[in-house]
């Protein structure tokens, strides 16, 4: 199972992949992300990939189970999805979802 | 401070429309993201973890208070309140948006700034000692030098595309506060010229740098220093990132190798079409006055009665003071090391304050200085507490300078993409632990330096304790070099016992420090002059929890 | 989605703006010189020009030490510069040297990974044409000349380094 994440080309935001065909897609917050199975996803990675002039360096996420991030990029991605850990912007990103921490 | 005439002024606004257009092409596909990087990148625009970071250039540190009033803006305006001061004596800001970049440039070039040559694999910001022009010990100004250099590096049309990134600092004092030996190039001034250290850096592989020229007229440095670069950029390695700086060809070639190959390479060169002569250097340096220093009359008793009374006072004007070439003037380190705080960060309203306190209290002038702290490099004794005032109201007046708790960090996996570890929530911790201020001024001086990767952005390797946060197999680990220092005794830290987690990382420094506080003849030995007679193998077992 | 720039064919193009037919040929090591304007390897230039009759043009890449042709400049008109990535930034060093140090006055060409963005630098280190990735060869021309007027330092081309203009002689 994986995730789909960027950066928008505009502001670089990090950006999920939630269904659909445009940018108007792709999500601000982790927690609606989709999770896709690793064929869709690698197909998915394929065409964002080429399409440059809306989400910057896509790759993908794997997860352990749908809310579990494989350990190996757990630091990195549970930062990403959820905002700096310390500082002035500590936790911005899930706090701006009015969320609790994901992953 | 330097003044930009016509020509100064035209540079970067050929820049800011060169750049704003290549923004254009990028938004509209023209350019593809490959092509756009380092273009992007040479005017200091990184795509990073959470958005695109803009590190803004503070030429050899210098900054005037109205300069510090645009980041205040900048901070505001199109970030989120805050900025982040870095080890090049520059500053970052974390949540820049690409289309916005064309107007924060337009903005800083109102104030003579600019964020060129911040990356890239080109000459980077010159740095110096952030005492400049003010400090005792001075033998030299190396901002005029530090000016020069700024100017023949912009748009070196040869140097542009450099192996991997230069970086080249200057001190002009005996003190080299300037961490001369760990760059590529450092140049100590002295009353007979230069000497060209060439070859230090840190990273995966640091190594201090070799004195290749001695006496080097400074008339001259500008071709020689071309020559130094030519050769770098045509026999410097480019087929392996980690072994392209020029440490790596000077160790190759062996420095007298190197050195016989500039002076042959100095030797082709069109000298005076490269060096400028001595009529704009007298014009570089009448740009470096004495400020006009206020006759302020000084009452030494008032100021021991004063600090009598409010002991914090005292504390601070006794770690954050620095004596300056004028009796009755210090330089004020304002710490931008408070307790449980990001080392560097400080927000809008703070730049706000600092300026305020270099127009009330400092003819106007600020420094950064590469342990990301601020500078006020001239203050009357006189105005010490009014201005101790002022910075304790808004949270700038922690007492730490050179202590403990007075840490480097680089920003780490918190924000950065090349990181492996992080090293500010490490930072805050060790903040936490040593928060005591009787603890830490029985310390002394000793200086923590954390990077979050190999690429030593953190100056681990020359921290009298050195942390290196490091990913083994998904954990966060964090190996400890003791020994390093980046003064005139230059000396590499080496790693000393194994790798800790981030929660034991606190505690190890809490044992080492209480083992060291055992073993020093007494309070004038440093921790470093310690680990020094004793050997790193004394304090080894300290850092892991006795079984 | 314009197209990227950098997708079009390569042009010759002169530092002038002129966009012209390229009429020199890369020759192979082992291939018979039998044209006219024959550009040959760095190391065959060096083997062989001692013996050879008339001018050529030879290719430069990265590793090479273009200061070894100096006993053969005069059977040199054309010097191809490579650029296998625009990143490799030997080039620049080895224009200047050609320029400056060994004063040869005919055409040094940019060739491979050459793109608008580095068209400025190119012409500053003594580049006078260039076989131009753009859709537009002549319009890439005139924009970066048109950037900056000035320069801080001295290069190969005729900018005067700003010092010179705040202190005339």
């Given at each position: 199972?994986?995730?789909?994440?960027?950066?928008?080309?505009?502001?670089?935001?990090?950006?999920?992949?939630?269904?659909?065909?445009?940018?108007?897609?792709?999500?601000?917050?982790?927690?609606?992300?989709?999770?896709?199975?690793?064929?869709?996803?690698?197909?998915?990675?394929?065409?964002?990939?080429?399409?440059?002039?809306?989400?910057?360096?896509?790759?993908?996420?794997?997860?352990?189970?749908?809310?579990?991030?494989?350990?190996?990029?757990?630091?990195?991605?549970h930062?990403?999805?959820?905002?700096?850990?310390?500082?002035?912007?500590?936790?911005?990103?899930?706090?701006?979802?009015?969320?609790?921490?994901?992953? | 401070?330097?003044?930009?005439?016509?020509?100064?002024?035209?540079?970067?606004?050929?820049?800011?429309?060169?750049?704003?257009?290549?923004?254009?092409?990028?938004?509209?596909g023209?350019?593809?993201?490959?092509?756009?990087?380092?273009?992007?990148?040479?005017?200091?625009?990184?795509?990073?973890?959470?958005?695109?970071?803009?590190?803004?250039?503070?030429?050899?540190?210098?900054?005037?208070?109205?300069?510090?009033?645009?980041?205040?803006?900048?901070?505001?305006?199109?970030?989120?309140?805050?900025?982040?001061?870095?080890?090049?004596?520059?500053?970052?800001?974390?949540?820049?948006?690409?289309?916005?970049?064309?107007?924060?440039?337009?903005?800083?070039?109102?104030?003579?700034?600019?964020?060129?040559?911040?990356?890239?694999?080109c000459?980077?910001?010159?740095?110096?000692?952030?005492?400049?022009?003010?400090?005792?010990?001075?033998?030299?100004?190396?901002?005029?030098?530090?000016?020069?250099?700024?100017?023949w590096?912009?748009?070196?049309?040869?140097?542009?595309?450099?192996?991997?990134?230069?970086?080249?600092?200057?001190?002009?004092?005996?003190?080299?506060?300037?961490?001369?030996?760990?760059?590529?190039?450092?140049?100590?001034?002295?009353?007979?010229?230069?000497?060209?250290?060439?070859?230090?850096?840190?990273?995966?592989?640091?190594?201090?740098?070799?004195?290749?020229?001695?006496?080097?007229?400074?008339?001259?440095?500008?071709?020689?220093?071309?020559?130094?670069?030519?050769?770098?950029?045509?026999?410097?390695?480019?087929?392996?990132?980690?072994?392209?700086?020029?440490?790596?060809?000077?160790?190759?070639?062996?420095?007298?190798?190197y050195?016989?190959?500039?002076?042959?390479?100095?030797?082709?060169?069109?000298?005076?079409?490269?060096?400028?002569?001595h009529?704009?250097?007298?014009?570089?340096?009448?740009?470096?006055?004495?400020?006009?220093?206020?006759?302020?009359?000084?009452?030494?008793?008032?100021?021991?009665?004063?600090?009598?009374?409010?002991?914090?006072?005292?504390?601070?004007?006794?770690?954050?003071?620095?004596a300056?070439?004028?009796?009755?003037?210090?330089?004020?380190?304002?710490?931008l090391?408070?307790?449980?705080?990001?080392?560097?960060?400080?927000?809008?309203?703070?730049?706000?304050?600092?300026?305020?306190?270099?127009?009330?209290?400092?003819?106007?002038?600020?420094r950064?200085?590469?342990?990301?702290?601020?500078?006020?490099?001239?203050?009357a004794?006189?105005?010490?507490?009014d201005?101790?005032?002022?910075?304790?109201?808004?949270?700038?007046?922690?007492?730490?300078?050179?202590?403990?708790?007075?840490?480097?960090?680089?920003?780490?996996?918190?924000?950065?993409?090349?990181?492996?570890?992080?090293?500010?929530?490490?930072?805050?911790?060790?903040?936490?632990?040593?928060?005591?201020?009787?603890?830490?001024?029985?310390?002394?001086?000793?200086?923590?330096?954390?990077?979050?990767?190999i690429?030593?952005?953190?100056?681990?390797?020359?921290?009298?304790i050195?942390?290196?946060?490091?990913?083994k197999?998904?954990?966060?680990?964090?190996?400890?070099?003791?020994?390093?220092?980046?003064?005139?005794?230059?000396?590499?830290?080496?790693?000393?016992?194994?790798?800790?987690?981030?929660?034991?990382?606190?505690?190890?420094?809490?044992?080492?420090?209480?083992?060291?506080?055992?073993?020093?003849?007494?309070?004038?030995?440093?921790?470093?002059?310690?680990?020094?007679?004793?050997?790193?193998?004394?304090?080894?077992?300290?850092?892991?929890?006795?079984? | 989605?314009?197209?990227?720039?950098?997708?079009?064919?390569?042009?010759?193009?002169?530092d002038?703006?002129?966009?012209?037919?390229?009429?020199?040929?890369?020759?192979?090591?082992?291939?018979?010189?039998?044209?006219?304007?024959?550009?040959?390897?760095?190391?065959?230039?060096v083997?062989?020009?001692?013996?050879?009759?008339g001018?050529?043009?030879?290719?430069?890449?990265?590793g090479?030490?273009?200061?070894?042709?100096?006993?053969?400049?005069?059977?040199?008109?054309?010097?191809?510069?490579?650029?296998?990535?625009?990143?490799?930034?030997?080039?620049?060093?080895?224009?200047?040297?050609?320029?400056?140090?060994?004063?040869?006055?005919?055409?040094?060409?940019?060739?491979?990974?050459?793109?608008?963005?580095?068209?400025?630098?190119?012409?500053?280190?003594?580049?006078?044409?260039?076989?131009?990735?753009?859709?537009?060869?002549?319009?890439?021309?005139?924009?970066?000349?048109?950037?900056?007027?000035?320069?801080?330092?001295?290069?190969?081309?005729?900018?005067?380094?700003?010092?010179?203009?705040?202190?005339?002689?």
């Open positions: 199972m994986k995730l789909l994440t960027a950066n928008r080309l505009t502001d670089g935001l990090v950006l999920w992949y939630a269904g659909g065909p445009d940018l108007s897609g792709w999500t601000e917050d982790a927690a609606l992300a989709t999770r896709l199975e690793d064929e869709a996803a690698a197909a998915l990675l394929e065409e964002w990939k080429a399409r440059e002039t809306e989400v910057v360096a896509p790759y993908l996420v794997p997860l352990v189970d749908e809310n579990t991030l494989v350990k190996r990029e757990y630091v990195r991605e930062v990403r999805a959820n905002g700096p850990t310390a500082g002035q912007t500590a936790f911005d990103t899930a706090r701006q979802h009015q969320r609790g921490e994901v992953f | 401070m330097y003044v930009y005439d016509q020509f100064d002024h035209a540079m970067v606004t050929a820049r800011n429309a060169e750049f704003k257009d290549q923004v254009e092409r990028r938004l509209k023209e350019l593809s993201e490959d092509q756009f990087k380092p273009l992007r990148l040479m005017n200091g625009l990184y795509l990073q973890l959470h958005a695109y970071m803009l590190r803004i250039a503070v030429p050899y540190g210098v900054l005037s208070s109205r300069q510090m009033r645009t980041f205040a803006h900048i901070a505001r305006t199109y970030d989120r309140d805050f900025g982040h001061f870095t080890t090049r004596q520059n500053i970052q800001f974390n949540w820049i948006k690409l289309a916005d970049t064309p107007q924060i440039l337009e903005d800083l070039a109102a104030v003579e700034m600019h964020a060129i040559q911040t990356s890239g694999n000459i980077r910001n010159t740095t110096t000692d952030q005492f400049a022009g003010a400090a005792k010990d001075e033998i030299d100004d190396p901002r005029p030098w530090a000016e020069l250099i700024r100017q590096s912009t748009f070196h049309p040869e140097f542009t595309f450099l192996p991997r990134k230069f970086k080249i600092a200057i001190t002009g004092a005996t003190r080299d506060r300037a961490a001369i030996r760990v760059h590529d190039i450092g140049l100590q001034l002295t009353d007979k010229g230069f000497d060209v250290y060439v070859g230090g850096g840190m990273g995966r592989t640091p190594h201090l740098g070799h004195l290749i020229k001695s006496g080097l007229s400074g008339e001259k440095l500008l071709s020689y220093l071309e020559a130094a670069l030519r050769v770098y950029n045509r026999y410097g390695r480019r087929d392996n990132i980690y072994k392209a700086r020029i440490k790596i060809l000077v160790s190759a070639l062996g420095p007298q190798e050195a016989r190959q500039v002076e042959e390479e100095w030797a082709t060169l069109d000298q005076a079409q490269i060096d400028a002569p009529a704009e250097i007298a014009r570089i340096k009448s740009f470096f006055p004495q400020p006009a220093y206020a006759d302020k009359a000084f009452d030494a008793a008032a100021l021991d009665r004063t600090k009598a009374a409010d002991a914090g006072f005292a504390r601070w004007v006794r770690n954050n003071t620095l300056h070439r004028r009796d009755d003037h210090v330089s004020v380190t304002i710490s090391k408070p307790t449980g705080l990001p080392p560097g960060d400080a927000s809008s309203a703070q730049m706000d304050v600092m300026a305020d306190a270099a127009d009330r209290f400092a003819y106007g002038e600020l950064v200085s590469h342990e990301q702290n601020i500078i006020l490099p001239h203050v004794k006189a105005d010490l507490y201005l101790y005032r002022l910075l304790d109201q808004n949270g700038l007046s922690s007492a730490n300078v050179g202590k403990i708790t007075d840490m480097i960090a680089c920003p780490g996996l918190d924000y950065c993409s090349l990181a492996n570890a992080r090293s500010i929530p490490l930072a805050q911790d060790i903040s936490q632990r040593f928060a005591d201020a009787e603890l830490t001024d029985k310390i002394g001086d000793l200086q923590i330096k954390i990077s979050g990767c690429n030593a952005c953190g100056h681990h390797h020359v921290g009298h050195g942390i290196l946060g490091v990913d197999q998904g954990e966060e680990f964090y190996q400890i070099l003791l020994g390093g220092r980046a003064d005139e005794q230059a000396a590499l830290g080496v790693i000393t016992g194994k790798g800790l987690s981030a929660e034991a990382v606190p505690a190890a420094l809490e044992r080492l420090i209480k083992l060291y506080l055992e073993l020093r003849t007494d309070e004038t030995e440093r921790f470093i002059d310690t680990v020094g007679r004793l050997g790193r193998d004394a304090f080894a077992g300290a850092l892991h929890e006795p079984a | 989605m314009s197209q990227l720039n950098s997708s079009h064919a390569p042009q010759l193009v002169s002038q703006g002129e966009v012209r037919a390229n009429g020199w040929t890369l020759l192979a090591d082992d291939e018979a010189i039998g044209v006219d304007q024959a550009v040959l390897s760095f190391a065959r230039a083997n062989e020009l001692d013996g050879l009759n001018r050529y043009g030879v290719r430069i890449a990265p090479d030490d273009v200061r070894l042709l100096t006993p053969f400049l005069s059977k040199i008109a054309l010097i191809e510069v490579a650029f296998p990535g625009y990143r490799d930034g030997r080039g620049y060093s080895t224009a200047r040297i050609v320029r400056q140090d060994l004063g040869f006055d005919g055409e040094i060409r940019a060739v491979g990974d050459v793109l608008r963005d580095q068209l400025f630098w190119m012409m500053r280190c003594g580049f006078d044409s260039f076989l131009l990735k753009d859709a537009d060869p002549a319009g890439a021309i005139a924009y970066a000349r048109s950037l900056y007027k000035t320069a801080y330092q001295s290069a190969a081309d005729g900018l005067k380094p700003v010092w010179a203009l705040r202190h005339p002689a």
